[in-house]
């Protein structure tokens, strides 16, 4: 009964080897590509604001929340991230971060100007995004299948063959992301804007940001006919 089942095993092991190698033989291997640039058509800043007492920073926070408000911002995408006191400061001792949503639809020079206050300590881009990524993902996925199963195609074609079932699909993400870190502007305007030392006027539409760049890579097996 032993020698029965190691036979058994051994043609079993046997078998499996011969079937991988005849896959293996008469098989392509490709790579397909796809790429695609978005549109920002979201960004969410960070925003700081002082005072030299609580009360003061009260109504700061009160004029900051009009302003954004009288920019088309509404209270649901003004989100409170900090707190601080600075003891030791002569002025600003009370300093209070946000974040808020601006959409394409926001005159950003605008808001800017009007946040070009005293008050305001800092105002930063902290993300570009774009509210139908997944959407846009998922294209480029699909355009990287396609451009795969298109090289086996003319491949071999070029031979003599036909391209059969697919014995293998493997994603491979080159890069793409939900959001992008405002690293430049296509017209040279830095991402981060300290509003006090603005002396000059700078174009912070959705015009000069960068597009959301979309890399997918698909690595495919087809059966060779």
């Known amino acids: 009964m032993k020698l029965r089942h190691f036979l058994l095993i ?4 046997a078998g499996s080897f011969i079937n991988a190698q005849e896959i293996k033989k008469n098989a392509i291997e490709v790579t397909g590509v796809a ?28 004029l900051l929340f009009e302003t954004l408000k009288n ?7 003004i989100k409170f991230k900090s707190m601080y006191q600075n003891v030791y400061a002569k002025t600003g001792k009370f300093t209070k971060g946000f974040q808020f949503k601006a959409s394409a639809k926001t005159n950003i020079s605008k808001l800017f100007e009007e946040l070009n206050q005293k008050w305001v300590s800092n105002l930063n881009i902290a993300e570009i995004k774009n509210t139908k990524i997944a959407d846009f993902k998922k294209a480029v996925k699909i355009n990287a299948l396609k451009a795969a199963k298109e090289k086996a195609d003319y491949l071999l074609e070029s031979i003599g063959k036909k391209t ?19 690293v430049a502007y296509r017209k040279g305007a830095m991402a981060n804007v300290q509003l006090e030392a603005a002396d000059t006027a700078v174009d912070y539409s959705f015009d000069t940001i960068e597009n959301i760049k979309l890399k997918y890579s698909i690595k495919t097996r087809y059966e060779i006919l």
């Open 10 to 13: 051994g043609l079993l092991t």
């Open 35 to 62: 790429e695609m640039e978005v549109e920002p058509d979201e960004i969410i800043f960070s925003i700081g604001i002082k005072a030299d007492n609580k009360n003061q920073l009260a109504d700061n926070e009160k």
């Open 71 to 77: 920019n088309g911002v509404k209270n649901e995408d």
């Open 164 to 182: 059969g079932t697919p014995l293998e699909i493997v994603e491979i993400e080159d890069y793409t992301s939900d959001t992008v870190m405002p």
